[in-house]
């Protein structure tokens, strides 16, 4: 029998689950080519970003830069401590506070990288509740489907395996239908754990730099 007559001559329970299994595995490849593509360009603006705050010594000239590099988590640090740091350049000098000026300048990192790891991680968990339900909610429509064959069976009759192995075929299409969703989901999440904890690490060293420069040059 072909797999779609196999899906076709499901019970309707069976076909529920495997709908359930097809549209949750439809958005897992959604978010797997957004987030690809979302996590690439995020890279690729936070190398540029890098490479202009390290080579120009201009604050203006990284701050224009940082601002056309929309989708850099970096950057958006370095535009929350910059606005950050000329609220407190506005001040008197005699009434700045060094070390409650720095603590001021790293709590504005903190929440812009806060708030870029939200949009890093942002649809990642669905790609592990994908994981590890699919091939649950597969099984259960396999065990509903068998369950179904055996309520078929009279027991007063001798059963052929050909009789009931087109049923049997129906209801273990479910988990195969559970794993073709899972295993993808799995391995892209996988993949972006990585990538984004690659992106945290890049914020965290950033903040590290960037507070370090601040200390000696506008602070001291």
């Known amino acids: ?82 606005t950050e740091l000329a609220k407190l350049s506005a001040d008197e000098p005699a009434a700045r506070d060094r070390e409650a000026d720095l603590e001021n300048v790293q709590r504005a990192l903190r929440k812009a990288q ?22 649950f909610i597969g099984l259960l ?10 309520q078929q069976i009279n027991p007063d009759e001798a059963v052929k395996l050909g009789q009931i192995a087109p049923q049997i075929g129906e209801a273990l299409v479910a988990t195969a ?13 996988n993949y972006f754990t990585r990538r984004i904890s690659l992106q945290i690490s890049e914020m965290e060293n950033f903040e590290h730099d960037y507070l370090n420069i601040i200390r000696r040059h506008f602070l001291s």
């Open 177 to 189: 239908v559970g794993l073709l969703a899972a295993i993808p989901a799995v391995m892209a999440y």
């Open 1 to 82: 029998m072909s797999t779609w007559s196999l899906i076709s001559g499901a019970s309707g329970a069976v076909i529920a689950i495997m709908l359930v299994l097809a549209l949750m595995s439809i958005f897992c490849w959604y978010i797997i080519g957004f987030k690809y593509l979302y996590l690439r360009r995020a890279a690729k603006e936070s190398e540029l970003f890098g490479d202009s705050f390290w080579r120009s010594k201009d604050i203006e000239q990284i701050y224009k830069n940082a601002q056309a590099l929309k989708n850099s988590p970096v950057s958006a640090m370095f535009l929350a401590g910059y």
């Open 114 to 135: 806060t708030g870029e790891t939200n949009k890093l991680e942002s649809m990642i968990p669905f790609l592990a509740t994908t994981g590890s339900a699919a091939p």
């Open 141 to 150: 429509g396999t065990v509903w489907g068998i369950l179904l064959v055996f």
